[in-house]
T-cell receptor
Framework: KAGVTQTPRYLIKTRGQQVTLSCSPI?????VSWYQQTPGQGLQFLFE???????NKGNFPGRFSGRQFSNSRSEMNVSTLELGDSALYLC???????????????FGSGTRLTVV | AQSVAQPEDQVNVAEGNPLTVKCTYS??????LFWYVQYPNRGLQFLLK??????LVKGSYGFEAEFNKSQTSFHLKKPSALVSDSALYFCVARKGGGGNKLTFGTGTQLKVEL
């Protein structure tokens, strides 16, 4: 079956612009989580969506937002980009039947965002 | 708040020798623990998970991990390392019973040499 698809793979933006990243989970997976990976901070949790509702949120400013559609595809948006937003953004898809789901997480290949 | 520590930034081992990548965690309640591997310019690949049950968990590519509740550790092991095992390894924790927020360790770069 198809894996987790993130688009685009690479993106270059200018400070102050906004950007939207997309994540299509594995068919049937209802939970999508987003992570930011940087050399200095490692992998940090941004937020999780389940059935179109944000269920968890990390410690990121309000410039970072997301949403999930009825087909479980998710988008994240970053407004007013800063140089420090340059990172690899990963999404993870999981089959979440309940809040206590114990399955694994499948990650996409990520979107490499460079802010100049 | 939950946290995961990987005390070694890099581990070097000769091919054919056993390898261990260390991980300790701090998670309230019963944790769910995972190991993922990341190759350059690629996403994270699942190796194994501990949810409950046997303390020794077997995963992909010959890797295994031992859950030790008293020492709050979840070390990754392989009896015989391969050059192709060279990659970045992440120990990951999730609080049992709620949501899908994962906490990652800082990663350990494994280098297997001939």
């Amino acid at each position: 079956k198809a894996g987790v698809t993130q688009t685009p793979r690479y993106l270059i933006k200018t400070r102050g612009q906004q950007v939207t990243l997309s994540c299509s989970p594995i068919s049937g997976h209802r939970s999508v989580s987003w992570y930011q990976q940087t050399p200095g901070q490692g992998l940090q949790f941004l937020f999780e969506y389940f059935s179109e509702t944000q269920r968890n949120k990390g410690n990121f400013p309000g410039r970072f937002s997301g949403r999930q559609f009825s087909n479980s595809r998710s988008e994240m948006n970053v407004s007013t980009l800063e140089l420090g937003d340059s990172a690899l953004y990963l999404c993870a898809s999981s089959l979440a039947l309940s809040r206590t789901q114990t399955g694994g997480y499948t990650f996409g290949s990520g979107t490499r965002l460079t802010v100049v | 708040a939950q946290s995961v520590a990987q005390p070694e930034d890099q581990v070097n081992v000769a091919e054919g020798n056993p390898l261990t990548v260390k991980c300790t965690y701090s998670v309230s309640g019963n944790p769910y623990l995972f190991w993922y591997v990341q190759y350059p310019n690629r996403g994270l690949q699942f190796l194994l998970k501990y949810i409950t049950g046997d303390n020794l968990v077997k995963g992909s590519y010959g890797f295994e991990a031992e859950f030790n509740k008293s020492q709050t550790s979840f070390h990754l092991k392989k009896p015989s390392a391969l050059v192709s095992d060279s990659a970045l390894y992440f120990c990951v924790a999730r609080k049992g019973g709620g949501g899908n927020k994962l906490t990652f360790g800082t990663g350990t770069q494994l280098k297997v040499e001939l």
